[in-house]
Nanobody
């Protein structure tokens, strides 16, 4: 079992920045890929960025060049640095970890970008 707690969401003006954190506890040694997803009202949940245990990253086209995902394995924490935020980035952001046998979701953190 892995437990996840997201933090760092909030209200920011367009052009601003936020840094999200996803801290894992429990069977963290089994964690492989960690991803940040988001879901806006009326939309499906979508992948924003992911990072593998080895540090390989993947980004949605809509956030490339603005968002950066990183991980601190020693602290079992994954970060999402979000710069140049836009109103269309407004959503609940969820952390998901994939282990060798399962995957787990956090409860999400709200990000609201005002125009």
């Amino acid at each position: 079992q892995v437990q996840l707690v997201e933090s760092g969401g909030g209200l920011v003006q367009a052009g601003g920045s936020l840094r999200l954190a996803c801290k894992a506890s429990g069977s963290t040694v089994s964690i492989n890929t960690v991803g940040w997803y988001r879901q806006a009202p009326g939309w499906q949940r979508e992948l924003v960025a992911s990072i593998t245990r080895g540090g390989s990253t993947n980004y949605a086209d809509s956030v490339k060049g603005r968002f950066t995902i990183s991980r601190d394995n020693a602290k079992n924490t994954v970060f999402l640095q979000m710069n140049s935020l836009r109103p269309e980035d407004t959503a609940v952001y969820y952390c998901r970890v994939d282990t060798f046998a399962n995957y787990y979701w956090g409860r999400g953190t709200q990000v609201t970008v005002s125009s």
